[in-house]
């Protein structure tokens, strides 16, 4: 079956730009999960959803980001102003529930020039 | 604060021998460990995991072991080969019942290459 889909895969935007990301998770999976990974890093966590809800964004660096999942299915991930420090690949998954593996989508590399 | 570390950067093998990656934490709550394989332009996929209550957990080829008075986790893969090659991620999460559950804490990752 189709995995975790992400689009675009590529984004260059200039600083002080806003972007949208994307990410459609497997389908009947309850959950899902966004990550940051910078050069040379492992994954960060950002957010994940259970359902529509955020169940935990902890992981947010600051006010300038904000993710959604408005119908408990697809989500994006918004980041407004941005900066050269956001250029990272944006990582999404998607799990059956809470306490299942988490899938992973190709990622989103974002470059902020 | 790097709660999940891989403090060797890369890790270079004949094809045929047996592969050992290691993995450290630090934060006590973690009770569920994963590993993670990542060729690149692609996103991490799942290899294997293991829960706090036990200390060895197999799957074919790849064996994770724990040792959770040392706070340190091994993933073996025996015999290597050549497709192994990828970057491999140590991944920790919280009690499964508090709602940080869901977060996936990852280590550097460790770069494996297997020679032919």
């Known amino acids: 079956g189709a995995g975790v889909s992400q689009t675009p895969s590529n984004k260059v935007t200039e600083k002080g730009k806003y972007v949208e990301l994307r990410c459609d998770p497997i389908?009947?999976?309850?959950?899902l999960y966004w990550y940051r990974q910078s050069l040379g890093q492992g994954p960060e966590f950002l957010i994940y959803?259970?359902?529509?809800?955020?169940?935990?964004d902890s992981g947010l660096p600051n006010d300038r980001f904000f993710a959604v999942r408005p119908e408990g299915s697809v989500s994006t991930l918004k980041i407004q102003r941005t900066e050269r420090g956001d250029s990272a690949v944006y990582l999404c998954?998607?799990?059956?529930?809470?306490?299942?593996?988490?899938?992973f989508g190709p990622g989103t590399r974002l470059t902020v020039l | 604060d790097q709660q999940v570390k891989q403090n060797s950067p890369s890790l270079s093998v004949q094809e045929g021998r047996i592969s050992i990656l290691n993995c450290d934490y630090t934060?006590?709550?973690?009770?569920?460990f994963l590993w993670y394989k990542k060729y690149p332009a692609e996103g991490p996929t799942f290899l294997i995991s293991?829960?706090?209550?036990?200390d060895k957990n197999e799957d074919g080829r790849f064996t994770v072991f724990l040792n959770k008075s040392a706070k340190h986790l091994s993933l073996h893969i025996v015999p290597s080969q050549p497709g192994d090659s990828a970057v491999y991620f140590c991944?920790?999460?919280?009690?499964?019942?508090?709602?940080?559950?869901?977060?996936?804490?990852f280590g550097q990752g460790t770069i494996l290459t297997v020679h032919p």
């Open positions: 389908s009947g999976h309850t959950a």
């Open positions: 991944a920790a999460s919280e009690d499964r019942g508090g709602t940080s559950y869901g977060k996936l804490t």
């Open positions: 293991i829960s706090s209550i036990k």
């Open positions: 934060n006590s709550m973690f009770d569920y």
């Open positions: 959803f259970q359902g529509t809800g955020a169940a935990d």
């Open positions: 998954a998607s799990s059956s529930r809470t306490s299942e593996t988490q899938y």
